[in-house]
């Protein structure tokens, strides 16, 4: 098993930025690939980002690409997301993942955290 929670989510303007983390506890954070995803209110949960264990490799949705950064510390067991220049349309509650792949889709992901919200005003 692999506990995840999040941190860092709030409520800022347009333009602003935040940094959620994510800290994992359990079996070794560095075997795991993690992942990103946020749900708006009344839309299907989406892929965010992900990264590779070791941190070498990133993955992310179209909309979020030079905005957001995703990155990694093993020796902390903590992942983080970057996410600037932020948009109302960013608002939502996102959420970690712990998986196998470094992809989009929830089935590969086999852990999840309870969410953080993060909500920008216009």
């Known amino acids: 098993q692999v506990q995840l929670v999040e941190s860092g989510g709030g409520l800022v303007q347009a333009g602003g930025s935040l940094r959620l983390s994510c800290a994992a506890s359990?079996?070794?954070?560095?075997?795991?690939?993690m992942g990103w995803f946020r749900q708006a209110p009344g839309k299907e949960r989406e892929f965010v980002a992900a990264?590779?264990?070791?941190?070498?490799?990133?993955l992310y949705r179209d909309s979020v690409k030079g905005r957001f950064t995703v990155s990694r510390d093993n020796a902390k067991n903590t992942v983080y997301l970057q996410m600037n220049s932020l948009k109302p349309e960013d608002t939502a509650v996102y959420y970690c993942?712990?998986?196998?792949?470094?992809?989009?889709?929830?089935?590969?992901?086999?852990?999840w955290g309870q969410g953080t919200q993060v909500t920008v005003s216009s």
């Open positions: 990264i590779n264990r070791r941190g070498g490799g990133t």
């Open positions: 359990g079996r070794t954070f560095s075997n795991y690939v």
């Open positions: 993942a712990a998986g196998t792949a470094v992809v989009g889709t929830e089935r590969q992901y086999d852990y």
